[in-house]
C-alpha cells in the first residue's frame, strides 16, 4: 500500500500516546521558515485501524451489500487508499472526485457516478476515463448523457421517505413515483441502458423502517423497467449508516432490517447485485480532532443569581464551524475531569472574526489555560472536506495512522489482493 503520508505505530504505542507526542512536538517546534506557528494549529489524527474494524463488521453484517464508500464525506486520501485496499468501490459526485479516486489506483469499474445533476463537462470526464454507473432523476440529464456518454450504465434515483434523518436529501435529488415510468420511456426512446435504482434515506438515519420501505420502494420500479424490457441487475441503497463511536446497536439493527427486506424483495437468487453508498459509516470514529486554546476570556454572567456560578469563561479556539466544525456545532469537547472538580459554564469560539463562528453556547467543563489542547472524537464525517481557510486560518492538519498490526496484514502494493477476511466476499 502506498503509505499517502500514513505513520506506522509501534506495538507499544496508542492513539492516545500519539496524539500526546504531536502536542509535545508542536511545542518543540516554534515557527517554521514560512512563518507558520505550527504549535496552535488544530490537527486531526485518523486512526485507520478503525475503519478496518468497521470494514470488517460490514461484510459480517450486510453480507450481501457490497460498500461504495462516498468519497465527499472525506477525501483524505490514505482514507481512500486504506479502502481501497480492504476491496470497497467508490461513490464520486464530481469530476474531481472521480480523479483524485483513479490518481490512488482505483479502477474505474469500482467507481459509481452517484451525482444525479452533473455539468456536462464531468461526465464527458467519466466517459474518457471509462466510469461507465451513473445514476440520474430527470429527463434533461438524460439529454446531457445521451450527448456525451452513450455507453453509460444507468441507474434511476428515486425518492423515499427520509423524514426521520438528520440530512434531507430527497427534495433536492429523486424521481416521484408518478414519473418512473415516463422517464423510463425516454431512455428506450434515446437508446440509453438502465441497470437498476438507488436511493438515499437521508443522512444520519434514524429509522430502520425507512430502509425497508425504500427496498420495497426500488422493487415497484424494478418491476416497471423490466416490463419495459430493461436488464435490471443493480440495486443501490445509499448511506444514512451511523459511524460514530457507540454506532454498533443501530447499525445492527438497520443491517437486520435490511437484510430481510433483500431477502423478500430481492432474494439472493433473483442475479441483483445490491451496493451500498456508506460515508459516515466509515470515518466518523476514525478521527480525533485536536484543537488549542489560543485565548479565554472570563466574563460576569449577570443573570445569574448563584455566587458559585456566576463566572462564564469565553475560550476561543484554533478549529471552529469555518473550519473543522463546520457542521458539528453541537458536539461537545472531550476533557478528563477529576472527580469532584469544579465546571464551569463555557462557551467555545471559533478562530475567526465571525460572530457566528460559535462551536458551542453552553457546555460545563472544567478551567482550562491559554496553551492547553482539547480533543474532540467522532470528527470524521463531513468535516476536514467542507472546511475552508476564511480569515486565513489554517485547516486542521491530518496525521493518518495505523498500527503495525493491521499494517502487518494489508497487502503491499497489491491493492487487489484482498485481506484474509475477504475471502468469503465478492
Ligand atoms: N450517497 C449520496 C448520493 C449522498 O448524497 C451522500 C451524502 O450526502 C452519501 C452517499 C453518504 O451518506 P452518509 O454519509 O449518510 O452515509
Known sequence: ??????????????????????????????????????????????????????????????????????????????????????????????????????????????????????????????????????????????????????????????????????????????????????LLERCKELDLEVIGVSFHVGSGCTDSLAYRQAIEDARHVFDTAVLLGFQMRLLDIGGGFPGKEGFQIQFDEFSKVINEALDEFFPADSGVQVIAEPGRYYVDSAFTLAVNVFAKKVVMDDSSSDPENDRVMMYYISDGVFGSLNCLISYPAHTNVAPGEKRYRSIIWGPTCSSVDRVTATYWMPEVQVGDWLLIDNMGAYSVCCSSDFNCFYKAHVYPVLSAQTWNITPKNELETPLPLQSSYN
Open 1 to 182: 500500500m502506498d503509505l499517502c503520508d500514513i505513520e506506522i505505530l509501534d506495538t507499544t504505542k496508542t492513539i492516545s500516546d500519539f496524539i500526546n507526542d504531536k502536542i509535545k512536538e508542536r511545542h518543540s517546534v516554534v515557527s517554521i521558515p514560512d512563518i507558520i506557528y505550527l504549535h496552535e494549529v488544530s490537527f486531526h489524527v485518523a486512526n485507520l485501524d478503525d475503519l478496518h474494524q468497521k470494514h470488517i463488521r460490514w461484510l459480517r453484517t450486510l453480507p450481501r451489500v457490497k460498500p461504495f464508500y462516498a468519497v465527499k464525506c472525506n477525501s483524505t486520501p490514505a482514507v481512500i487508499r486504506m479502502l481501497s485496499t480492504l476491496g470497497t468501490g467508490f461513490d464520486c459526485a464530481s469530476k474531481g472526485e472521480i480523479e483524485l479516486v483513479l490518481s490512488l489506483g482505483v479502477t474505474p469499474e469500482k467507481i459509481i457516478f452517484a451525482h444525479t445533476t452533473k455539468p456536462q463537462s464531468h461526465i464527458k470526464y467519466a466517459s474518457t476515463r471509462g466510469v461507465d454507473m451513473m445514476t440520474f432523476d430527470c429527463e434533461e440529464e438524460l439529454l446531457k448523457i445521451s450527448a456525451c456518454h452513450t455507453r453509460a450504465k444507468l441507474v434511476l434515483r428515486i425518492a423515499v421517505d427520509d423524514s426521520k434523518s438528520a440530512i434531507k436529501l430527497s427534495q433536492k435529488f429523486g424521481t416521484k413515483p408518478s414519473v418512473v415510468k415516463k
